[in-house]
């Protein structure tokens, strides 16, 4: 199957800096990524989606300035989490797809903002 | 997106068949159903997929009646390592969309 990965695995950072997470389809060409959040104990939330060559389309209640998602090729999008406070941390989830087909998850990133 | 209904949590043992059905009563004709299995702090990994009768993997059995309305994700001989939260998403499978994801349900196997 189609595979997903994601940098960093796991960050650490002060609050008041930016985070930069990668997500990468290292086996296919995604036309769409989006990126979810996911809290302790709950289900993951939709943030945002991204088509290649396009901005990001943000879903209600995400701030686009402070979550800033770049989506230059087929195979990378970055989501860049700037002036993170602690309420920012959460489980970052990308996924990619081809032409709207099924989402393949990458294997998430943990932000902890102290 | 059709809302979907799935029970908060559930145990069994190894060794025994588990089902966790979903209810989706507002399920449209286009609408496929998804199950997803996720481990604490990994991404959700795909399970199967069905629009109706029944479908089956090396991994699950998933069992849909004719109405649409729900469905059951079945898990032969579960073992400990089955121990995650299952959700059950319904959607247009052309979909460029993102996915709406419902509670899931939590599954705890015992030995």
């Known amino acids: 199957g189609a595979v997903v990965s994601q940098h960093p695995s796991w960050v650490i950072c002060k609050s008041g800096t930016s985070v930069k997470i990668e997500c990468r389809s290292l086996?296919?060409?995604?036309?769409?990524m989006f990126w979810y959040r996911q809290f302790p104990k709950q289900s993951l939330m939709l943030m945002a989606t991204s088509n290649e060559g396009s901005k990001a389309t943000y879903e209600q209640g995400v701030e686009k300035d402070k979550f800033l998602i770049n989506h230059a090729s087929l195979t990378l999008s970055t989501l860049t989490v700037t002036s993170a406070h602690p309420e920012d941390s959460s489980f970052y989830i990308c996924?990619?797809?081809?032409?709207?087909?099924?989402?393949?998850f990458g294997p998430g990133t943990r932000l902890t903002v102290t | 997106l059709a809302k979907t209904t799935q029970p908060i949590s559930m145990d069994s043992y190894e060794g025994q068949e588990v089902n966790i059905t979903c209810s989706h009563n507002?399920?449209?004709?286009?609408?496929?159903i998804t199950w997803y299995q996720q481990f604490p702090s990994q991404g959700p990994r795909f399970i199967i997929q069905?629009?109706?009768t029944k479908v089956t993997n090396e991994v699950a059995s998933l069992f849909i009646p004719a109405d649409r309305k729900s469905s059951t994700l079945s898990l032969p001989r579960v073992s400990l390592s089955d121990t995650a939260v299952y959700y059950c998403?319904?959607?247009?499978?052309?979909?460029?969309?993102?996915?709406?994801f419902g509670k899931g349900t939590h599954l705890i196997i015992q030995p």
């Open positions: 998403l319904v959607g247009d499978d052309r979909s460029a969309d993102g996915l709406t």
């Open positions: 996924s990619a797809s081809l032409q709207g087909g099924e989402q393949y």
């Open positions: 507002n399920i449209a004709t286009n609408d496929y």
């Open positions: 086996d296919f060409q995604a036309t769409t």
């Open positions: 069905g629009y109706k």
